[in-house]
């Protein structure tokens, strides 16, 4: 039983979206361009990946719009053309709307590309100067990411950001939740840029794909690169140490990887540059502008990232949001009430996770003061996050007056930008996933998620169940802080913040059932 229910009003929530696959089981679409595929491989367009999901936000928090970073363009420029609160809407993807040629005019040394690849997955990229180069945001096209139209939801709900960004004609999707702190500024930010710079080193990937290797007759590779003799010549271009060449295509390609584990490998490459990318763009903003907005230097966000690409569910995150998978066994029943297990698929980066307190505590091993009243620093539970500079950089630190500025920063940075990486592949087992910020995950454990989600989604197939989802939420909140739902809700928000946190849930239905109606606004 279900039990208790609130309708949850549309003014209430500050985001509602939704979406229905059209695509019909059967259909078939090109791998991303740059790879070849032997004979025999066929990929199915979307190849059942998913049928549809829903969005829904709750905010808590008061919160101004950001207006100034970056001159202006973020708030002003760049976010009108990607929000879409109430609904998915179509709109072309062309090398026109690349973001990052906008804010090249605006950040005045132009946004930096990493030149290099990373050492590994499990290491975190080295951001000095020497290291970086300017270049121009590429033509979408290089990425298989590019398509002739996407469709675009998303919005603001107090300090969260969410994105969700679809292309049936390429069977992807790309869902984002940044959880912002202390502003909004890091969070517009990372909604701003980090759709397009992902989709910059995913064309690096299948750019370098293409010219490094390709796939004989007999299903070997073969290399381009006629002067590349031995291990110790690769690759042809210079990379900056060994550990890094190891990890180049044609490294993995003499490994005789497959072709589909280069490409998963590239887009976890790509979703790590991409990250450090934007983080590297927002502290050296950040440094030009706390002059004038000193309060930037405390600005963060956590972020989860959800890319869909065929049967490969790929996940990002930083900090406390999570990606649950709903999944059964062999034999299961589906339509079983108890018969969906909870699968974690992100990282959990706070103090109360032993492994990253005890991380932490090894990093900074002279500074007793690293963990305070439960927080690093005295200051965050999370210890992995994006931005948040005064705990990463004495001279962000600096900017900081009083009781605000840290006392002792003697070994930074003690807040981590290294991501938690994974890529699950979809079965026929797996029902759905449940993306959403710590605000869900504070009333609700994995597994009661699932389980609510689970029967809603057995008692109302065409119902929507992250707004569902929510609804439980405030009645959970409510029934915790002895008001009724309505009392709560009348709460303004920045007084409410006291009894919940901003709220934002994605719930994508995988396989091919059709089982939710809303979004049908952009078929």
């Known amino acids: 039983m279900l039990g208790k229910t609130y309708d949850v009003s549309d003014g209430e929530l500050k985001i509602s979206f939704g979406y229905q ?54 708030g002003a420029g760049i976010l009108p053309s990607l929000d879409s609160p109430r609904s998915f809407r179509r709109v072309p993807s ?61 919005g603001a709900a107090g300090e969260d950001r969410v994105q969700a960004v679809c292309s049936e004609e390429n069977g992807w999707l790309f869902c984002a939740i940044y959880d912002g702190f202390n502003g909004r500024d ?37 290399f381009l690169g006629d002067n590349c003799s031995s291990d110790e010549d690769i690759p042809c271009r210079v990379l900056d140490n060994k550990e890094q060449r190891a990890n180049t295509i044609e490294a993995r390609v003499r490994k005789k990887e497959t072709p589909q584990d280069l490409f998963r490998n590239g887009v976890l490459d790509s979703l790590l540059r991409a990250l450090s990318q934007a983080e590297n763009d927002f502290l050296n903003m950040v440094e030009r502008e706390m ?39 062999d034999g299961i029943n589906m339509d079983v009430s108890e018969a969906l297990d909870a699968i974690q698929l992100t990282g ?34 999370i210890t992995r996050a994006f931005g948040v500079g005064y705990l990463k950089k004495r001279i962000l630190n600096d900017a900081l007056m009083g009781i ?11 807040i981590s930008t290294q991501p938690s990486l994974n890529v699950h592949k979809i079965s026929k087992n797996d029902s759905f996933v449940i993306v959403g910020s710590d605000g869900l995950f504070d009333f609700f454990s994995n597994e009661e998620a699932v389980r609510l989600v689970h029967l809603y989604i057995l008692s109302n197939p065409s119902g929507d169940p992250a707004k569902f989802l929510l609804e439980q939420l405030v009645l959970r909140a409510a029934d915790r802080a002895g008001f009724s739902t309505e009392e709560l809700m009348r709460i303004p928000a920045g007084r409410r913040r006291k009894y919940h ?11 091919s059932n059709h089982r939710t109606s809303k979004a049908s606004t952009v078929l």
């Open 94 to 154: 062309s090398p026109s709307l690349a973001r990052s040629d906008i804010l090249s005019s605006s950040l005045q040394s132009g946004i930096s590309y990493l030149s290099c690849s990373p050492s590994s997955l499990g290491e975190p990229y080295d951001w000095d100067s020497h290291t970086l180069q300017s270049m121009s945001a590429p033509s979408r096209s290089e990425s298989f990411l590019n398509a002739i139209e996407v469709e675009v939801a998303g």
């Open 186 to 222: 890091a969070a517009d930010f990372l909604a701003g840029t980090l759709y397009e710079t992902i989709g910059f080193y995913l064309g690096s990937v299948d750019k370098e794909l293409k010219q490094e290797s390709v796939i004989t007759p007999d299903g070997s590779f073969h």
């Open 404 to 414: 605000l500025q840290v006392r002792n920063l003697l070994s930074p940075p003690y």
């Open 501 to 511: 946190d901003d709220v934002t849930v994605i719930v994508i239905i995988l396989g």
């Open 291 to 329: 002059e004038d907005r000193p309060d930037l230097v405390s600005v963060g966000s956590c972020v989860l990232v959800v890319l869909l690409h065929g049967k490969d569910l790929y996940t990002l995150n930083l900090g406390d949001s999570r990606a649950v998978l709903a999944t059964c066994s």
């Open 348 to 381: 959990s980066h706070t103090v109360d996770n032993e492994l990253e307190r005890k991380k932490l505590l090894d990093e900074h091993p002279d500074d007793p003061a690293t963990i305070v009243a439960g927080r690093v620093k005295g200051k965050l539970k």
């Open 21 to 74: 696959c059209n695509g019909k089981e059967g259909d078939t679409c090109e791998f991303p361009e740059g790879i070849e595929i032997p004979s025999g491989i066929m990929i199915q367009r979307n190849s059942r990946s998913f049928s549809c999901l829903t969005g829904a936000a709750l905010s808590a928090n008061a919160t101004l719009a950001n207006t100034n970073i970056c001159n202006g363009l973020i």
